[in-house]
């Protein structure tokens, strides 16, 4: 007989990912944030304007995607916008406010990868990562 599918490491990896990830977005949740905004604050800085094709490039969003986010990330006082230097384009970064949360966010990505992968030693914890992007790269159409 066949073994049920909820008994396969796909499954579990599937189930686990689901978890992990709703645990991920419930703080961005609570602020009033979507699935999604924590790549935007993971990929700016407090310190340097991001040009918005940059902010594109980094997260895969086009404009018609990237600048709605980027108002509603500016009424809650995450990111302000201004000119990046070198262009006259515009550009964010992260407000006080906006660094803050990007740490409490980066905390929260560590101790979800620590409660994954605490228990291992570091060569098996770089084998389970090796594992797991080749795997990615498999379905990655």
Do not use: C
């Given at each position: 007989?066949?073994?049920?599918?909820?008994k396969?490491?796909?499954?579990?990896?599937i189930?686990?990912?689901q978890l992990?990830?709703?645990?991920?977005v419930?703080?961005?949740?609570?602020?009033?944030?979507?699935?999604?905004?924590?790549?935007?604050?993971?990929?700016?800085?407090?310190?340097?304007?991001?040009?918005?094709?940059?902010?594109?490039?980094?997260t895969?969003?086009?404009?018609?995607?990237?600048?709605?986010?980027?108002?509603?990330?500016?009424?809650?006082?995450?990111?302000?916008?201004?000119?990046?230097?070198?262009?006259?384009?515009?550009?964010s970064?992260?407000?006080?406010?906006?660094?803050?949360?990007?740490?409490?966010?980066?905390?929260?990505?560590?101790?979800?990868?620590?409660?994954?992968l605490?228990?291992?030693k570091?060569?098996?914890?770089?084998?389970?990562?090796?594992?797991?992007?080749?795997?990615?790269?498999?379905?990655?159409?």
């Amino acid at each position: 007989m066949p073994k049920s599918p909820t008994k396969t490491a796909t499954y579990q990896l599937i189930e686990a990912g689901q978890l992990a990830r709703a645990a991920l977005v419930r703080p961005l949740a609570e602020l009033g944030l979507e699935a999604g905004d924590d790549a935007l604050i993971f990929a700016l800085d407090r310190d340097q304007n991001l040009s918005d094709a940059d902010l594109a490039d980094l997260t895969g969003l086009n404009l018609t995607q990237l600048l709605p986010r980027l108002d509603r990330l500016i009424r809650l006082d995450l990111i302000t916008r201004a000119e990046v230097s070198e262009t006259g384009a515009s550009g964010s970064r992260l407000t006080e406010k906006g660094a803050a949360l990007r740490q409490k966010l980066i905390k929260g990505w560590q101790e979800m990868d620590e409660a994954l992968l605490g228990e291992l030693k570091p060569k098996h914890r770089k084998k389970i990562k090796k594992i797991l992007a080749r795997f990615a790269g498999l379905l990655d159409f």
